[in-house]
């Protein structure tokens, strides 16, 4: 059958605040991914949303997959979330100093996330992340960390560093800007490959700080720790006092109240959180054993701070979200079917077209990967056709589907998918692997 071609999608003004925005800001947005860079064309600029649905500038309407990229795990604009901001607005909205929000919150995160005894808040996840290596490095007195290949924890100096030739050799920057003194802090190890990870920490012992993973990734499109993988690297931390990090800031909270720590039964010593915390507003935290966090000044010696940490209105939002999940734990089992409704449909489409494509999922997270080798690592994942991706990408947003603008990325679902527009999503998804191939 002929690939059905979706109407050219009207976009002039977004087009022409494109123009505007590349004379004023670099690249004309405030995050990379943002410019669809990776997958040709322009982006869109947003006007407005509600529920799965977003309204860009130019009044056409997206199903969105992407929900700013995890926190609106309830859809836009929920009415829970909005008065809780409303009514907390006219209280002043900062004050830079303690309020009972702030109380609150940390009483709710340490019900939700039982290995967190002690947690600061902060005002976003590229904080959280860079605060807790300083933590695990004050309190173990070690200067290096491990890191995976493929795992994105903000853009902390520490953090944009990539492998080199082997698994072994010390870091080199990803970013100019980032000096090699700190690149050789970071020791780098593919995903999923636990003797690997064993013998950077032998070849180091003693010296390495923290070990930081996302516990499921997000960053590399969606890859699901191997059986026993995650036990694995709670043992050799054990083993060799390494203070494990569980960056949660794509899944806590989504994949389980609890996070995937909570999915997976493993506990670690430290949690790194964002996104679905702040419900749309810039919130992050950390946490974990209280003799870890206790480091943190004024308790301890390790400094961190933030003017707007704490923020009331933000942790109006934060509370009122993280509460209806508290109080509605059916909702997960609930996005779970849903989304593998969407991947399974997926995977079938991409079969009948005789493309046997990978399409990873975990809870309300999944990633259609366009190869057919398994996805275990960042390597398997860049076997990937990101000319096809695009192609498929631009097919699916002209008929009114949002994905994430990059082959790397999860798809986020929201509770405000359901079984109808799951079919909406399908009908548009065979018609734009068509497309993509000719
Ligand atoms: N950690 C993980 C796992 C992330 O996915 C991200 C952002 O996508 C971050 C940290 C950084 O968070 P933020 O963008 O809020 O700084």
Not at 96 to 123: D, F
Not at 152 to 175: C, M, V
Not at 182 to 194: C, K, S
Request: glycine share 10%; hydrophobic share 40%; charged share 15%.
């Amino acid at each position: 059958s002929s690939p059905t071609t979706a109407p050219e999608l009207a976009l002039p003004t977004s087009a022409a605040l494109f123009e505007r925005a590349k004379n004023h800001i670099p690249g004309g947005v405030n995050s990379p991914v943002r410019a669809f860079r990776a997958v040709g064309g322009h982006p869109v600029f947003m006007q407005s949303a509600k529920g799965a649905w977003l309204t860009d500038v130019d009044g056409n309407q997206y199903l969105d997959f992407i929900n700013s990229w995890g926190p609106m795990i309830l859809g836009h604009a929920p009415d829970i979330v909005l008065d809780a901001v409303q009514a907390a607005i006219p209280a002043s909205l900062s004050f830079g100093a303690p309020t009972r929000r702030e109380v609150e919150m940390a009483e709710l995160i340490k019900q939700m996330v039982p290995s967190i005894e002690k947690v600061r808040l902060v005002n976003s996840g590229t904080e959280a992340t860079m605060s807790a290596i300083r933590v695990a490095r004050g309190y173990t007195g070690r200067n290096k960390i491990i890191k995976f290949e493929g795992c994105y924890h903000g853009h902390g100096d520490s953090f944009l560093i990539a492998a080199g030739s082997g698994a072994l050799t010390l870091g080199t920057p990803d970013s100019p800007g980032v000096t090699e003194g700190v690149a050789q802090d970071t020791l780098t190890v593919p995903y999923n490959d636990l003797p690997a990870v064993q013998h950077i920490i032998e070849v180091n012992e003693g010296q390495v700080a923290a070990l930081i993973l996302e516990p499921v990734v997000g960053n590399m499109g969606l890859v699901a720790p191997q059986e026993g993988y995650l036990q694995g690297l709670r043992d050799l931390c054990t083993q060799h006092g390494i203070v494990l990090i569980f960056d949660e800031v794509m899944t806590g909270f989504r994949l389980a109240r609890g996070g995937a720590q909570e999915l997976y039964g493993i506990t670690p010593d430290m949690t790194t959180l964002g996104k679905i915390i702040g419900g749309g507003m810039p919130v992050g935290a950390y946490g974990g054993r209280q003799d870890i966090m206790d480091n943190v000044a004024p308790a301890g010696k390790v400094y961190q701070a933030g003017t707007l940490s704490g923020n009331p209105i933000a942790t109006a939002a934060g509370i009122a979200q993280l509460t209806y999940l508290q109080e509605h734990p059916e909702l997960y089992d609930e996005l779970n079917r849903i989304t593998t409704r969407l991947a399974d449909g997926t995977r079938q489409i991409a079969a009948e077209l005789g493309l046997n494509y990978t399409v990873n999922q975990v809870g309300s997270m999944f990633s259609v990967f366009f190869t057919d080798k398994p996805v275990h690592n960042l390597a398997d994942a860049k076997h990937s056709d990101t000319e096809a991706f695009g192609r498929y990408f631009r097919a699916m947003l002209h008929r009114g589907i949002y994905l994430a603008p990059a082959q790397y990325e999860a798809l986020f679902v929201s509770t405000a998918i359901t079984d109808e527009l799951v079919e909406v999503y399908l009908t548009a998804c065979r018609e734009a692997m068509r497309e993509a191939h000719g």
